[in-house]
């Protein structure tokens, strides 16, 4: 599995401490609370993944916005991110790894809504709409990406803008990257924190304006940041730890 938003496979917040749950082995869980905090788990995971990116972005890399983004903002619909980020691997990805990116055609890309749920990821038929509501997800054994249309991508734009939008993207499209590039990492939070820092160098590719007619505005910055002070957990997802780990990964290379 390569990681999701979170998708059918894997969390965010896979591995991560505070969403595991201890039960003694004569305690049969209820099956109607364990959807819940899955639930959960995927609502708050999705707002820890935001402050990784802009946390990457920001106190590490740091933006350079350019004098037109200041003005103009991030403006762009989930299919016209999707094409940038994938334009933006295919010039990035050869010298990165050495290797020659495969952008995932339009036929593999499924915005899906409860009318009309995604494709099962490593198995046939759909995955039910109620597993994946409010999520997005790249699958590696279908190689293909899918995001919520009816409920995620309205509720995000609506709340924290485009950009929050385009970063929820530019994560899953990470692990689609990680495919491609046959990276290997140990565990899920390293997994999850690449794909993190990947978000961060399309981000920082944007702010730029290297090669792309899509802008960055401060404003766009603040707003992302407000989506994962809105969604994050009080007490932290992993137990505080996610800043370390990402300035210690960027610092490992």
């Known amino acids: 599995m390569s ?3 979170p998708g059918p496979e894997a969390s965010l917040s896979d591995g991560n401490p505070a969403s595991r749950r201890v039960v003694p ?5 209820n099956p109607r609370q364990i959807r819940r905090a899955r639930r959960r788990n995927r609502r708050l995971a999705t707002g820890t993944a935001i402050a990784l990116v802009l946390l990457v972005a ?5 933006f350079d ?10 403006k762009a619909d989930a299919e016209t991110s999707l094409a940038d980020i994938q334009s933006f691997w295919s010039s990035t990805m050869p010298d990165a790894y050495g290797r020659k990116y495969t952008p995932i055609p339009s036929d593999r890309v499924y915005p899906y809504s409860a009318s009309n749920p995604p494709p099962a990821c490593g ?3 759909h995955t039910p709409y109620s597993e994946v509501a409010g999520n997005a997800f790249y699958c590696d ?8 249309e ?9 709340q924290f803008g485009d950009f929050a939008v385009g970063l929820v993207l530019a994560h899953e499209m990470g692990h689609a990257v990680q495919a491609r590039a046959r990276v290997r990492l140990d565990t899920s939070v390293y997994v999850e924190l690449q794909a993190d820092c990947f978000a961060g160098a399309w981000a920082q590719h944007v702010a730029k304006g290297d090669g792309t007619s899509l802008r960055l505005s401060e404003d766009d910055l603040d707003h992302a940041l407000a989506g994962f002070l809105e969604l994050r957990d009080p007490s932290g997802v992993d137990g505080g730890g996610s800043t370390f780990r990402v ?3 960027l610092s490992a290379g």
């Open 3 to 5: 990681g999701s938003w």
């Open 25 to 29: 082995d004569a305690v049969t869980p």
């Open 58 to 62: 920001l106190a590490v890399v740091g």
């Open 65 to 74: 916005l350019q004098p037109a983004s200041a003005s103009a903002g991030y």
């Open 123 to 125: 198995g046939r038929g």
């Open 141 to 148: 054994q279908g190689d293909f990406i899918a995001y919520d």
């Open 150 to 158: 009816q409920k995620l991508i309205p509720q995000m734009r609506q």
């Open 247 to 249: 300035a210690l990964w």
